[in-house]
């Protein structure tokens, strides 16, 4: 699959993964990497750069093992960047969906 | 797990990353493999979640620039300056040549655009360089031989450079056709400068039509309308030269015109549902008459030609209302080219006018 393709594709899960509920950096790829095939070295510079772009805020938060953890939290516009994502998102698989399903496409 | 977090931070030092960002880096890699751990995966295991450090540098590169690459560049690029000063200086007073040693300022965005274009590999770095190379050989060209005209062709390289880098990954024909139009003009320019015969020499100008008949298409009856131009040109010399006068000379190439109408490459297309179509036609037969009545009367049909080109400038003028001055703008530039060339015999400058295209599509763009 195109790398770049697939960079927003794991941009859109890093977004919807953190909304669902704050996590850290390892528990995001974490639950990335459980689901898909995702190559896991590319999630932590997307993390980084979406709380850079202001999607995320991070705060610490104690841990029950070793040091505290940060935390990372969707801020307001992270939540748009993600609902015009999904959006996107869904359109684009309609159309894809509509052409492998049948010939009455143009 | 020591060295891969060492190994880490010497691949970060290899970005231009501010010192407090990449403790941040270090200390979140520390905290996921606390956690990793903590969760009961080995060292490997680690690793192979986080990724190996060649795999993380390979991640980040698109989101950090290289440090050890961009300082190297920035060094020259900031040197070059001074190099440019002291070589000014050292010609001026050496040689006494303060003109031309002003162009080694040109050093400056010379160095500039060539380690720009290494560094990320533009596609254009060659066109990029040509206007800086053009003013050079156009400077020299003519403080030293004199000949400012036919020296400004050399400006012609910067959009054939263009069309050349751009056409790279491409392989349909429109770009070497392109640089063919460009070729002719410099052809027909040098023939003229050198020999002082502008007819019938001009026809090497319609080259560029034969390329694409000849040598881009491969199809037989585009042999057929190809064989039927060289006719006509020759035929036009050759009545031109030996018969009668060049302007009915130009009956020649009613040999190419219809054989292009019997194989359909010559096309009459005659729009009656065009609103300005009646007023259009117009204008085509009188810029035709006062084509061939000045021509005939001041034999001057070298410039009387222009006067063709008022017919798509009035049809802009009717029906462009948006970028308007942008349509205009490649004829006013050539009208103003030959007016100046032929009138004041200012080809050495005249050419100026044709930045006059890109300038107005800056201002008139959105």
Known sequence: ?106 | MNDYLQNLETMLDRFIMHSDEKHDIMEDYKAMIEEAKASGLTDDEVIEKLGSVDAIYQAMKPEYRLKKKIANSEKWIALSPFIALIIFFFVGFQYEAWHPGWMAFLLIPLTAIIVEGINHDSEFKLTALMPFLSVIAFVLLGIYTGAWHPAWLVFLSIPMMGIIESSKEKRDSGPYIGTTVFLSIIVFFLVGYFTGVYTPTWVILLTPILFDLFFFNGKKNHYIVGSSLLVSMGLYSYLGLYVTSWPIALLAFMVFIVVGLITGHVTIVINTNHRYGVLLKISFAISLVLFLLLGYLYDAYQLTWLFVLLTPMFSIVLTETRRRWTALSPFVAIITFMLIGFFLDGWAYAWLVFLLIPMVAIIEGD
Not at chain 1, 65 to 71: D, S, T, Y
């Open chain 1, 1 to 106: 699959m195109n790398t770049q393709f697939k960079r927003g594709v794991v941009e859109m899960l890093v977004l919807k993964v953190v909304k669902d509920q704050p996590r850290s950096s390892y528990d995001v790829i974490d639950t990335l990497s459980k689901r898909i095939d995702v190559n896991e070295n590319t999630v932590y510079p997307i993390l980084r750069r979406l709380t850079k772009q202001g999607y995320f805020e991070t705060k610490t938060q104690a841990s029950l093992v070793g040091a505290p953890r940060k935390v990372y939290s969707i801020t307001g516009i992270g939540e748009q960047k993600l609902d015009a994502f999904l959006e996107e998102w869904a359109e684009f698989l309609e159309e894809v969906l509509t052409i492998l399903g049948g010939d009455n496409h143009e």
